[in-house]
Structure formats: structure tokens, C-alpha cells
T-cell receptor, first 112, second 115 residues
């Protein structure tokens, strides 16, 4: 499975937009990009998934350039409750054994 | 629709002991995966069960074992506990074929402390 690199931490303020970029230089043709959010003492929660271009849902947007070697998760107008760890995952839609490979994630702290 | 339920929420064990953690899958999900998450790190895949058989395993020793029952609930057993086994143990249920997408539902985990 493709390895991902993302910043260890980011600080932001309420109402700002937060953009987290993930690098995945060796992404394979059949790999999808998925982002999970994890609050302390809780399990990860799916945020968004995409293959190319742009995907948007009620929570976030995911921007994927044409070469797919990176992706950017955009959280619009964050609030204090968006403080969490965000994980970028890359893998085939139907991974062998359905396993998810997590990296270290990006710790986002939203300040008042 | 119920989510994934794990028990107990917290547990303290002594080195060398054995522990059993339990997981009830989300309704309609027949596949269960277990993950270990050390403090400050991302979750690491332990193994997955589908139709009561192990269906994929990560880089964990045989003292980590599991079971899946006909009602799709699952157990994670760890023998000969070591201090490094202290972690948050997460259970995730899913439906086969949904891979890395929203088909995964995680429980809140069991915090295991080995002293």
C-alpha cells in the first residue's frame, strides 16, 4: 500500500479554513484517497474519499491534482470541536483483507 | 441502527496475564477488524475476521488471537501480556467489498494498561 506523509500538527483559529496536505508519491492506479478524523479516546471516523479532481460533502472538501501524488483536505470555517487527529489513507477500494493502513496523522488544534 | 460497541472501556492488567476484549458489530456488518493504537500513533491492523475465520493479519505475534461468533460479535485475546501491549484497542466492523471507504465503523475502543 502507498505510504503517506502529512504534517505532524497544525494550529488554527475558529472560523478559519484548515488545509491539510498529504503526499503519496507512489500511489497506484487503483488506489483511492481516504481521510479519517479521530477525537481523543474514540475510534476514527470516515470524513471523505476521492480518486481524482475534487470531492465535497457536508463536512469537508478533498482536492486531488491530476498526478494524484498529493491531496489536500479542506475543512471550512473550523470550530473548537474540529480539534482532532486527521489521517490520510491511500489504498485500493477493495484492499486485501480490507485492512486500513494509518500513518501518524495530523494533529489539528483549533483555538478560540 | 446501533454502532460498534466495545467492552470493557478500560482495563488494567499485570505483565504475563491474559486479557479478552469484546466487540459487538454494527447491525448488518459481518466483518470485524481489530487495531492496536499506541499513544500518539495511528492505529495498526492486527487481524480481521469474516464468517468466523481469520481473513488477513498484520505484523502481530501469535499470542494475539481472536474469535468471531455466529452473531458477528468478536473477541480479541492477548496472552502473556507485555508492557508494550498497553494501548487503545479498536474494533471496526464493515461489509465485505467496501474496502477503504465509509463502510468501516469503529468502536470507541478499550484502553488496556499493562503494569
Amino acid at each position: 500500500l502507498a505510504k503517506t506523509t502529512q504534517p505532524i500538527s497544525m494550529d488554527s483559529y475558529e472560523g478559519q479554513e484548515v488545509n491539510i496536505t498529504c503526499s503519496h508519491n507512489n500511489i497506484a492506479t487503483n488506489d483511492y484517497i481516504t481521510w479519517y478524523q479521530q477525537f481523543p479516546s474514540q475510534g476514527p471516523r470516515f470524513i471523505i474519499q476521492g480518486y481524482k479532481t475534487k470531492v465535497t460533502n457536508e463536512v469537508a472538501s478533498l482536492f486531488i491534482p491530476a498526478d494524484r501524488k498529493s491531496s489536500t483536505l479542506s475543512l471550512p470555517r473550523v470550530s473548537l470541536s474540529d480539534t482532532a487527529v486527521y489521517y490520510c489513507l491511500v489504498g485500493p477500494y477493495k484492499a486485501a483483507g480490507n485492512k486500513l493502513t494509518f500513518g501518524g496523522g495530523t494533529r489539528v488544534l483549533v483555538k478560540p | 441502527e446501533t454502532g460498534v460497541t466495545q467492552s470493557p472501556t478500560h482495563l488494567i492488567k499485570t505483565r504475563g496475564q491474559q486479557v479478552t476484549l469484546r466487540c459487538s458489530s454494527q447491525s448488518g456488518h459481518n466483518t470485524v477488524s481489530w487495531y492496536q493504537q499506541a499513544l500518539g500513533q495511528g492505529p495498526q491492523f492486527i487481524f480481521q475476521y469474516y464468517r468466523e475465520e481469520e481473513n488477513g493479519r498484520g505484523n502481530f505475534p501469535p499470542r494475539f488471537s481472536g474469535l468471531q461468533f455466529p452473531n458477528y460479535s468478536s473477541e480479541l485475546n492477548v496472552n502473556a501480556l507485555e508492557l508494550d501491549d498497553s494501548a487503545l484497542y479498536l474494533c471496526a466492523s464493515s461489509v465485505p467489498g467496501q474496502g477503504t471507504n465509509y463502510g468501516y465503523t469503529f468502536g470507541s475502543g478499550t484502553r488496556l494498561t499493562v503494569v
